[in-house]
Structures are given as structure tokens and as C-alpha cells.
């Protein structure tokens, strides 16, 4: 048994019209920029992401989202991220590409590990509806925050999101 890891970057992110959706930012660091896509900590309303992928190699269970970020400011509190996915079978698969469904969307809450300012961080959340995926399906994965239920009220920037699963 292996794991199989895809690296899914904030520049290749879409965003569905109709839904608040993350700013994306570049930020010139001291020896590097740091890209990245910013969702807002004010208010109530939830941001999405949504990635298309294929997921090569997979066997069966669960697929894990590992969601990097960071605070734009401050150095404590919680951010709570949710994620889904949505699987087409080409050639086999009925379903309407442009309203396939989302299976069950797990909520995981990361915390803010302190000390430093933009300090990075990783979330994991376990998506159990995998919506019937199949090695060489077309799928798409959707990230939101939940600004109305978490205690960071900066922008928290996505460097990037990383999908793991296993290959039996």
C-alpha cells in the first residue's frame, strides 16, 4: 500500500459566480514571494475554492485535505475550513457535468499555534464521501471558511492544498 499525494496550488483555483470567493494576493517577502488565496475573517459569509483534479492511482477509502495557511495578522484563535468533493466517471457516469453534486462537506477547525505572526499552518480534513471516486474520474474539490463560526477575524491566506490517499 502506498500514498499517493497531489499538490493542488492557489493559482489554479476557480471560483463559481454567485459565491464570495478568496482574494488572490502576492506578497514580496524578504527573500521570496509568497502567493497565496486570502479568505476574509470579517463578517458571516463563507469564501469557496474549487480545484478540478483527477485522482491517479486511487484505490478505495478516504481522501485526506491537507489545507496550508496562514493568519495575515495576529498570533492566536481558530479557523474553521470545510471541504467536498464531487466525482464523474467519463464514459460511464450519467450525471450533468456542469451540476454534478457535492458529496458531505466534514468541517475541520486549525488553531493558531502562536508566538509567531504568519506563521504557517496545516488543517486536515477527512473526506469520507468521496462520491463514489475512481482512479482517472474528473473531480473537483471545494474549500470554504466559515469566518461566522472561528475566532480569527484577519484574512487567513491558503498557500496551497494537498490531497493524500491511498492507492489499494
Known amino acids: ?52 483534479f483527477s485522482p491517479f492511482k486511487y484505490g478505495s477509502g478516504n481522501l485526506s485535505v491537507d489545507v496550508i495557511w496562514y493568519a495575515a495578522s495576529g498570533t492566536s484563535g481558530t479557523v474553521d475550513w470545510a471541504a467536498g468533493v464531487a466525482c464523474i466517471t467519463p464514459n460511464t457516469d450519467t450525471e450533468d457535468v456542469q451540476s454534478a453534486g457535492f458529496g458531505s462537506s466534514p468541517l475541520a477547525t486549525g488553531t493558531h499555534l502562536g508566538t509567531t505572526a504568519r506563521r504557517l499552518h496545516k488543517t486536515t480534513i477527512t473526506i469520507t464521501d468521496t462520491d463514489s471516486m475512481a482512479a482517472g474520474d474528473e473531480c473537483w474539490l471545494r474549500l470554504a471558511r466559515n469566518p461566522s463560526t472561528d475566532s480569527i477575524t484577519a484574512d487567513v491566506i491558503v498557500t496551497s492544498v494537498r490531497l493524500s490517499y491511498s492507492d489499494t
Request: aromatic share 14%; hydrophobic share 45%.
Open 1 to 52: 500500500m502506498a500514498i499517493v499525494e497531489q499538490y493542488l496550488a492557489p493559482e489554479e483555483a476557480a471560483f463559481r459566480t454567485g459565491l464570495a470567493f478568496p482574494q488572490m494576493v502576492r506578497v514580496e517577502g524578504t527573500n521570496q514571494p509568497v502567493t497565496g488565496l486570502a479568505f476574509d475573517g470579517a463578517g458571516t459569509t463563507s469564501e469557496y475554492a474549487f480545484w478540478k
